[in-house]
């Protein structure tokens, strides 16, 4: 009898023990470059050509990862993008003349994003509503006015409806915002486009145009210096 009572008082803890669940293991950290892997189109796209960056002007949107490094700001990067310019341009970069005004205030000092940019300017003012962002409107640029060399783009928007051909691009760059607007300058010249330089609060500015039978075409680019030696830019073209 004893036996038989030890064994049914081991029962209830040998029962209870049956009914219960482990709680499940916390879930793995994913890392992000294998998830952007695993999500790739495998069915809609088994080649994988949309994947291929090789033809892309920028990349991004995905997760941080060593296919999109950051352009270092150093001498040897700065003197990289200043000698990519003076490739696009024939070897050379004449200097800038001598600004035609100093205002106080930038017309975008207090613009956060591209439509408000466009918006403050008066030859893009119309086109600035419905404002689209993509990156893809950064490759879109004029071939006189493009991103400059080594430029990495921040915010980029466009807009083609009904008489506009809108494109808002702001970007970083390891140069000075001189050495930006110098560029500007002489592709712009280059390209017969007027061009004004003035400076305006802390941005270096240049503005300018062309009208002709096709219709008006305006730009600007304000470029300012970043406390990290970098010029931060904002390029605005319309028409």
């Avoid at 030890?6 to 029962?15: D, E, H, S, Y």
């Avoid at 470059?33 to 920028?58: E, I, M, T, Y």
């Avoid at 150093?74 to 341009?89: G, N, V, W």
Wanted: aromatic share 6%; glycine share 10%.
């Amino acid at each position: 009898m004893v036996r038989a009572s030890l064994i049914l008082l081991a029962l209830p803890p040998l029962l209870a023990a049956c009914g219960e669940t482990a709680p499940p293991p916390p879930p793995a950290e994913r890392d992000p470059a294998v998830a952007a892997a695993l999500a790739l189109p495998l069915l809609s796209d088994p080649d994988l050509a949309g994947a291929n960056p090789a033809g892309a002007a920028l990349t991004g949107g995905g997760p941080p990862v060593g296919a999109i490094p950051l352009i270092p700001v150093d001498p040897a990067s700065a003197e990289a993008a200043r000698s990519a310019a003076r490739q696009l341009l024939g070897g050379s970069i004449p200097a800038l003349p001598r600004p035609v005004a100093e205002d106080r205030v930038s017309p975008i000092a207090t613009a956060p994003t591209a439509a408000a940019v466009a918006a403050a300017l008066s030859f893009s003012r119309g086109c600035a509503a419905e404002l689209d962002y993509s990156f893809s409107w950064a490759a879109r640029l004029p071939a006189a006015l493009p991103v400059y060399p080594l430029g990495e783009a921040q915010e980029a928007g466009g807009n083609d409806r009904a008489g506009c051909k809108l494109r808002v691009v702001n970007f970083r760059v390891p140069v000075s915002a001189d050495d930006v607007i110098a560029f500007y300058h002489a592709s712009a010249n280059r390209a017969g486009l007027t061009t004004t330089f003035r400076r305006a609060g802390g941005d270096a500015v240049l503005t300018g145009g062309k009208i002709d039978g096709k219709g008006a075409f305006g730009y600007a680019v304000f470029a300012r210096p970043l406390p990290d030696g970098q010029a931060e830019v904002d390029l605005i073209v319309n028409g």
